[in-house]
């Protein structure tokens, strides 16, 4: 099914067509899965069918209409977004319940009081609320313990565990799963040829295995086909597999790629976390290998781990000092401290192969 260009989340839409026929929309929901599959579309599209004055059979909006014009040019009134300001690390109070002069008098908590100006609803959706902070989420608690009955309130984040309990504890939750990679190779495709990115025309191999290495997510498979990440992730597997490893210029390389993404905290945290997880796939494939598996991986890691003499304890140790630093990146740890760390803790683990006895 793809429900208003949505593709790949058939169980989320057929949940919210259902609830909708049976006239039993929820006032508050909680949006999870990892970044980059579809959720604040998700979001976004439901918000605008739910103020569509006619929609058709399948919760499709009609289109026509005022509330379908608005909605489509980010305009309605009765929609409304926050999002974390990029020079921000939390989603600010004021967002919620106007700056401090406007106490109560502005922001989405008295927004959502408001009489629906087009239709029957007011929809809020919340973005980045894995971001929302302890003070924001108190104002918010008592519009989602007590919901106007026009209102639907949307909070879009990645885990449950990084809501705080209070919130989780007052919303609907709905999970959604990784894409396909056949789906993220459709929307990559049509994301390059409409022009969205700006990135050169792929070749169909390396559109295929950029799909294919995303783990479902569209926002990963649009990073891997950087050229620069690309290039680095070639020079990350020959330090790899090198003994001993290289940290001090693994460290230096690495922090220039990230500086490279420029001075904003969520493009750098995403290539580091790229750079982290091409280490993790390195480490999986020294341990299958190892354990007999025969499973053939990427090309570049086989060829990689076909060079590296080191050991299953060792490839272990570095999968758990990679893991436990893409862990720290999403705790929005300072990046170059955490390189650092990271190369450091490689770098101790894989020494040279000890000399060859003698005869």
């Given at each position: 099914?793809?429900?208003?260009?949505?593709?790949?989340?058939?169980?989320?839409?057929?949940?919210?067509?259902?609830?909708?026929?049976?006239?039993?929309?929820?006032?508050?929901?909680?949006?999870?899965?990892?970044?980059?599959?579809?959720?604040?579309?998700?979001?976004?599209?439901?918000?605008?069918?739910?103020?569509?004055?006619?929609?058709?059979?399948?919760?499709?909006?009609?289109?026509?209409?005022?509330?379908?014009?608005?909605?489509?040019?980010?305009?309605?009134?009765?929609?409304?977004?926050?999002?974390?300001?990029?020079?921000?690390?939390?989603?600010?109070?004021?967002?919620?319940?106007?700056?401090?002069?406007?106490?109560?008098?502005?922001?989405?908590?008295?927004?959502?009081?408001?009489?629906?100006?087009?239709?029957?609803?007011?929809?809020?959706?919340?973005?980045?609320?894995?971001?929302?902070?302890?003070?924001?989420?108190?104002?918010?608690?008592?519009?989602?313990?007590?919901?106007?009955?026009?209102?639907?309130?949307?909070?879009?984040?990645?885990?449950?565990?990084?809501?705080?309990?209070?919130?989780?504890?007052?919303?609907?939750?709905?999970?959604?799963?990784?894409?396909?990679?056949?789906?993220?190779?459709?929307?990559?495709?049509?994301?390059?040829?409409?022009?969205?990115?700006?990135?050169?025309?792929?070749?169909?191999?390396?559109?295929?295995?950029?799909?294919?290495?995303?783990?479902?997510?569209?926002?990963?498979?649009?990073?891997?086909?950087?050229?620069?990440?690309?290039?680095?992730?070639?020079?990350?597997?020959?330090?790899?597999?090198?003994?001993?490893?290289?940290?001090?210029?693994?460290?230096?390389?690495?922090?220039?790629?990230?500086?490279?993404?420029?001075?904003?905290?969520?493009?750098?945290?995403?290539?580091?976390?790229?750079?982290?997880?091409?280490?993790?796939?390195?480490?999986?494939?020294?341990?299958?290998?190892?354990?007999?598996?025969?499973?053939?991986?990427?090309?570049?890691?086989?060829?990689?781990?076909?060079?590296?003499?080191?050991?299953?304890?060792?490839?272990?140790?570095?999968?758990?000092?990679?893991?436990?630093?893409?862990?720290?990146?999403d705790r929005n740890a300072h990046l170059p401290?955490?390189?650092?760390?990271?190369?450091?803790?490689?770098?101790?683990?894989?020494?040279?192969?000890?000399?060859?006895?003698?005869?």
């Amino acid at each position: 099914m793809v429900w208003q260009g949505i593709e790949g989340q058939d169980a989320v839409v057929e949940r919210f067509i259902a609830a909708h026929a049976q006239g039993r929309v929820g006032g508050a929901y909680l949006f999870l899965g990892m970044p980059g599959i579809g959720k604040g579309s998700c979001a976004r599209a439901l918000a605008k069918a739910l103020v569509c004055s006619a929609p058709q059979a399948g919760l499709i909006p009609c289109g026509a209409c005022a509330s379908c014009v608005q909605a489509t040019a980010g305009s309605h009134p009765d929609i409304d977004v926050v999002e974390k300001p990029e020079d921000r690390s939390t989603l600010p109070l004021e967002a919620f319940i106007g700056d401090a002069n406007h106490r109560m008098r502005e922001g989405l908590c008295w927004r959502l009081l408001l009489r629906p100006a087009l239709g029957g609803r007011k929809v809020a959706i919340i973005l980045d609320a894995d971001h929302l902070g302890e003070e924001a989420a108190n104002c918010l608690l008592k519009t989602l313990e007590e919901p106007p009955d026009s209102a639907v309130i949307i909070l879009v984040g990645t885990a449950l565990e990084r809501q705080l309990p209070t919130i989780r504890s007052r919303c609907q939750i709905v999970r959604f799963a990784p894409l396909g990679s056949d789906a993220v190779e459709r929307i990559v495709r049509h994301a390059i040829e409409a022009g969205h990115w700006d990135l050169p025309p792929p070749s169909a191999d390396l559109l295929r295995d950029s799909a294919e290495r995303s783990g479902g997510s569209v926002s990963r498979a649009r990073l891997l086909l950087d050229p620069a990440l690309e290039e680095f992730r070639g020079r990350l597997l020959g330090w790899l597999c090198r003994r001993p490893l290289p940290g001090v210029e693994l460290a230096v390389d690495t922090l220039a790629l990230v500086d490279a993404a420029g001075k904003e905290a969520p493009p750098r945290r995403a290539r580091l976390k790229i750079v982290l997880e091409a280490a993790l796939d390195f480490f999986r494939a020294a341990l299958r290998r190892d354990a007999g598996d025969a499973t053939p991986p990427d090309a570049l890691v086989a060829r990689a781990v076909g060079a590296w003499g080191g050991t299953a304890e060792e490839a272990a140790v570095g999968l758990r000092h990679s893991l436990q630093a893409i862990e720290s990146v999403d705790r929005n740890a300072h990046l170059p401290t955490l390189v650092d760390a990271w190369t450091t803790q490689l770098e101790q683990i894989v020494q040279p192969a000890p000399p060859a006895p003698r005869p």
